[in-house]
C-alpha cells in the first residue's frame, strides 16, 4: 500500500522558520522525482520545488533563495526547509512523486504577518 505522509506544517510568525518532512512508504523512493505543491485558498496549485533521484533541485522563483529541497534516501523522506517565512506562503503544502505520482494528504503552513 502506497502512502506519503507529510508533517511539519505549523503557525510562525514572518521571518521564521519550518522544515516539511514527507515520508514515502510502498514505492520504490530512490528512483522517483520528489516535488513539493502548495495550495491557498482560492488559488491553483503551484509548483514550489523538485527535487531528482540523482538530486538535482530546482524552485519556484517565488521561494527561491528561501526554501531548500532535500532527501535522504535511507530514510525514504523528503524534506522542505522554509526560511524567512512570508504571509505570502501560508498554503497547504503537499508532496508527489514522479512518475508514480502519488500525493500526501497536505500539511498546513500559515504565516502571521
Known amino acids: 500500500q502506497v502512502a506519503l505522509v507529510e508533517s511539519g506544517g505549523g503557525l510562525v510568525q514572518a521571518g521564521g522558520s519550518l522544515r516539511l518532512s514527507c515520508r514515502a512508504s510502498?514505492?520504490?523512493?530512490?528512483?522517483?522525482?520528489m516535488r513539493w505543491y502548495r495550495q491557498a485558498p482560492g488559488k491553483q496549485r503551484e509548483l514550489v520545488a523538485i527535487?531528482?533521484?540523482?538530486?538535482?533541485?530546482n524552485y519556484a522563483d517565488s521561494v527561491k533563495g528561501r526554501f531548500t529541497i532535500s532527501r535522504d534516501n535511507a530514510k525514504n523522506t523528503v524534506y522542505l526547509q522554509m526560511n524567512s517565512l512570508k504571509p505570502e506562503d501560508t498554503a497547504v503544502y503537499y508532496c508527489n512523486s514522479v512518475p508514480t505520482n502519488y500525493w500526501g494528504q497536505g500539511t498546513q503552513v500559515t504565516v502571521s504577518s
Open positions: 510502498g514505492i520504490i523512493f530512490s528512483i522517483n522525482s
Open positions: 527535487i531528482t533521484s540523482g538530486g538535482t533541485t
